[in-house]
């Protein structure tokens, strides 16, 4: 008796399961079929998976793909990373197969088209600090489109200073120089600097070096603190 009630009870558990999933409403046409995976207001939201003509396993927002995932097509082929509105869009790795030849693409997406491996909407990227206390980059709006130039400063004890030992390696532009400050201009992008010095720290020295890439034209501002 305990065994038929027992099963009686998993039945409707499976049948209300069953329901709400069917219920909860994939908007993206090639992956509406079967889904389960958390639902508000009849549409996936939330983690889940789908499987229709292709597979999508992974976040979900209001019946689309929307967070990251991984979504499986039909022919083979896999993309995963991230997703807004039901697009590709954000960092991701694609790998297909092309003549019969497995390959793998990396970069970032945008409204599901490939733009680079450089990340859309940012100016530039620090990729490395070490030995400066805190550093700040500005690009300066205002400035002429036409103007390309990087001022630098490098401040201790709040006060400019150049490093005797000094070094400042760039991928293209001009080094220029006044006063206690310095800067690169004529640049091209995307522009990849590194700057690196020593500073007494007590009675030892110590090594600096920022690495930067400038990834949009324009009027840069960095300034690198050492107190």
């Known amino acids: 008796m305990k065994n038929l009630t027992l099963i009686i009870i998993t039945f409707f558990l499976v049948q209300n399961t069953n329901a709400r999933t069917e219920s909860c409403k994939v908007l993206l046409e090639k992956i509406s079929g079967i889904y389960t995976g958390k639902c508000q207001n009849g549409l996936a939201n939330g983690n889940g998976k789908s499987i229709g003509q292709d597979t999508y396993i992974g976040i979900f927002k209001d019946g689309l793909p929307d967070g990251k995932g991984k979504y499986l097509f039909k022919n083979g082929d896999v993309f995963q990373g991230y997703w807004k509105n039901g697009h ?30 450089t990340e859309p909407d940012i100016s530039y990227r620090v990729t490395s600090v070490s030995g400066i206390s805190d550093y700040k980059v500005k690009k300066n709006e205002s400035a002429s489109d036409t103007i390309n130039e990087i001022n630098f ?6 006060t400019d200073f150049v490093p005797q030992d000094l070094k400042i390696e760039k991928s293209s532009g001009q080094i220029i120089q006044s006063g206690k400050k310095f800067g690169i201009i004529k640049y091209f992008c995307p522009l ?3 700057i690196s010095y020593t500073i007494l720290s007590g009675e030892t020295r110590k090594q600096c070096r920022f690495i930067v890439d400038i990834l949009e034209k324009g009027n840069y501002i960095i300034t690198l603190t050492n107190d």
């Open 88 to 117: 590709k869009d954000g960092k991701g790795k694609f790998e297909y197969t092309l003549n019969g030849t497995k390959q793998t693409l990396t970069g970032y997406w945008k409204e599901d088209e490939y733009v680079g491996v």
């Open 153 to 158: 400063s490098i401040k201790s004890a709040f």
């Open 192 to 194: 990849h600097c590194e």
